[in-house]
C-alpha cells in the first residue's frame, strides 16, 4: 500500500505546486520584476482570504476596518485562523506563508486519506487513485492552495469517517466533528450521520454515558458559539447578517437549487441549438 500512497503524495503535490507555478507566471507577465515564486503568493491573498488573515493576526476586532466588514468577518470560525496564527508564531513565518502551508499540507493528507477511504471500501488502488484525482482536478480544488478554511475542513471530514469507520472511537469522532464545526459551520450539517454513527454503536456494542456526552456536545458548543456571535455583534440574523431573514446555512442549498435551475436552460439551450443544427 505504500507505493501508491507514495503516487498519491506525488500526483497532489504535482497538481498543487503547478498551481502555485501558474500563478507565478501570471504574476510575472503583470508585474516582470517579481523575483521567485514567493514572490507571488500574496495573489492568494484575495475574497475570505483577507478576513482569514486579519481574523489570524488581529483576533474577530481588527484596528482600522469599518463595523459592516467586521460584522462580516464574524462568519468565519475560528480554528483555521487561529492554526494559522499557531505555526505563524512557532515557525516566526509571516502569516500567509502558514495559511497557504496549513492548506497546502491539508490537501496532501487529505489526499491521501481520501485513497484509503476508497481503497477499504473498493479493495481497488485504481479507484483510489481516480478518486485522488478527480479530487485534486475539480474546478473549484484551487480553493485548497488559497489561504481558505476548505482544505483543512476536507481533511477534518475524512479523518472523522476514519475515527468512526475503522478506528471505531466515538469520542475521537465527536472530538473531530466539533473541530470541522468549527472550522466551516456548514459542518453542523454532518449531525445527522453523528446521530447515526451513536445508533451504530448502541446496535453493536453498546453505548454509555460518554458516547450520550458526546453525541450531545458538538451540538451544545456550536450553539453556544452562535450566542455568543449573536451577542457579541448583536446581529438578528445568523452570523455576519443584519437581515433576519438571511439564514446563511441556507445558502448551499439555494446553490444547489440555483445550478438546478441553470442546468435546465442549459439544457434547454442545447436541444434548441441541436435542433437548429439538425434543421440545417
Known sequence: IYTPILLVIILTLTVRLGLYYWVYLKTLSHFPESTGVLSSLPAWNRWDAIHYLNISQYGYNPPRLDQNTVFFMSRFPPVYPYTVRFFALLFNIPHLVSAISISLVSMILGSVLLYMLIYKSTCSKISGIWGVLFFNLFPTSYFGNAPYAEALFILLILVYFITNNYVKSYTLGALTFILLMFTRVFGVFLYPLHIYYLYKKQKTSGINL???????????????????????????????????????????????????????????????????????
Not at 458548543?221 to 455576519?240: E, T
Not at 442549498?253 to 435546465?264: A, G, H, N, P, R
Open 210 to 280: 460518554l458516547d450520550l456526552i458526546n453525541s450531545l456536545l458538538p451540538g451544545v458548543l456550536i450553539w453556544i458559539y452562535l450566542l455568543l456571535l449573536q451577542h457579541r455583534f448583536n446581529l438578528p440574523g445568523y452570523l455576519g447578517s443584519k437581515d433576519p431573514s438571511s439564514i446563511q446555512l441556507g445558502y448551499p442549498f439555494i446553490e444547489v437549487f440555483k445550478t438546478i435551475k441553470q442546468l435546465k436552460e442549459l439544457n434547454q439551450t442545447l436541444k434548441e441549438y441541436l435542433q437548429v443544427l439538425l434543421e440545417f
